[in-house]
């Protein structure tokens, strides 16, 4: 089992920014690939980005590119999404997923296994 706990949600105007921050336990944080996703209301959930279990390669939601970076810091079996220039359309709950044992990167929802509780995200125009 992995427990995955978001955090660093929260409202910000348009062009702002945030951090979005995912604890790991349960597992050998450095066995998981990581992925953030998104769901805004009336939508179905949405990939935004992934990482790699050694944080060499990443892969990102057409729509977030250059504004978003994923990261991670395996020490503190952590994962990270940084937000910048941020818009409207961005407002969702945001949820920071694992892929046991995520050999290889991927934008699918059923590829990961588990799921933390979501964090909200709100831009204002």
């Known amino acids: 089992q992995v427990q995955l706990v978001e955090s660093g949600g929260g409202l910000v105007q348009a062009g702002g920014s945030l951090r979005l921050s995912c604890a790991a336990s349960g597992r050998i944080f450095s066995n998981l690939a990581m992925g953030w996703f998104r769901q805004a209301p009336g939508k179905e959930r949405e990939f935004v980005a992934v990482?790699?279990?050694?944080?060499?390669?990443?892969y990102y939601e057409d729509s977030v590119k250059g504004r978003f970076t994923i990261s991670r810091d395996n020490a503190k079996n952590t994962v990270y999404l940084q937000m910048n220039s941020l818009k409207p359309e961005d407002t969702a709950v945001y949820y920071c997923?694992?892929?046991?044992?995520?050999?290889?990167?991927?934008?699918?929802?059923?590829?990961?296994?588990?799921w933390g509780q979501g964090t909200q995200a709100t831009v204002s125009s």
């Open positions: 990482i790699s279990r050694g944080g060499s390669n990443t």
């Open positions: 997923a694992a892929d046991s044992p995520g050999w290889y990167i991927s934008p699918n929802k059923a590829d990961f296994d588990y």
